[in-house]
């Protein structure tokens, strides 16, 4: 086949339209995620509080008159799905809130309604959480906190937006 100048020019041009299309859903996918990571932030340090029991850092070190022990999140093995899951039903028997306010009701959680948790629902927290800003959170612990090992200033300052709270950090 002999293909002319312009047959090709018209061709590069198909294929640069076909992966812009292709490559497009990336670039929004990727500003999707630091939009929900920010947002996941703000839920972790104000609405949702999580850093009461868990620490700014979610190494467990929290106020030291919150309930129960609260989990080093640095160190859990949890995936997403299941980060969601245990945001949104709380862990029964624990102080583990559940953060979706139709937990064991409309969501049967574990396996388990109302009845079937029975005295073993986790409590309510102070605020409930829609779906998207559970999945937030999820994003957030797991780009700034699963798996990172000790927290340090960086981290710290990060957080907090200033070194103020971060001096015992190097
Ligand atoms: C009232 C204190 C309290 C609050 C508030 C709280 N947690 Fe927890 N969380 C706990 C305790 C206690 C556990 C450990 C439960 C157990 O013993 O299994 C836990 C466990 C977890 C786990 C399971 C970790 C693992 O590997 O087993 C995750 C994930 C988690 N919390 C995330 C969060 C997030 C995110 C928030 C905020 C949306 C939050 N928690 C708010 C007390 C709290």
Redesign the pocket.
């Known amino acids: 086949m002999n293909l002319s100048a312009t047959t090709l020019w018209k061709l590069s041009k198909v294929l640069v339209v076909a992966w812009a299309a292709t490559a497009l859903p990336f670039v929004d996918r990727a500003r999707a995620d630091e939009a929900s990571i920010a947002l996941g932030k703000l ?2 340090q104000d609405k ?3 850093g ?3 620490g700014w850092a979610g190494d467990g070190q929290g106020d030291p008159h ?6 080093n ?1 640095r160190l ?3 995936d997403r799905a299941q ?1 969601i899951e ?2 949104a039903c709380g ?1 029964p028997g ?4 559940h ?1 979706d306010a139709y937990a064991y009701s409309d969501n049967p959680c574990y396996g388990l309604d109302e009845a079937g948790v029975d005295k073993g629902k986790p ?1 309510e ?1 102070p605020n409930s ?1 829609q779906p998207k800003e559970i999945e937030a ?1 999820a994003d957030f ?1 797991q780009a700034t906190i699963v798996g990172k090992g000790s927290p340090n200033k960086a981290e710290c300052v990060a957080y907090f937006g200033s070194s103020n709270h971060c001096s015992q950090y190097r």
Not at 94 to 97: E, G, K
Request: hydrophobic share 50%.
């Open positions: 839920i972790y949702a509080n999580c009461a029991c868990h919150a309930s129960g022990h609260a989990a999140l859990t093995t949890m980060l245990v945001i862990r624990t102080p583990m809130p953060f409590p927290p959480l959170v612990l």
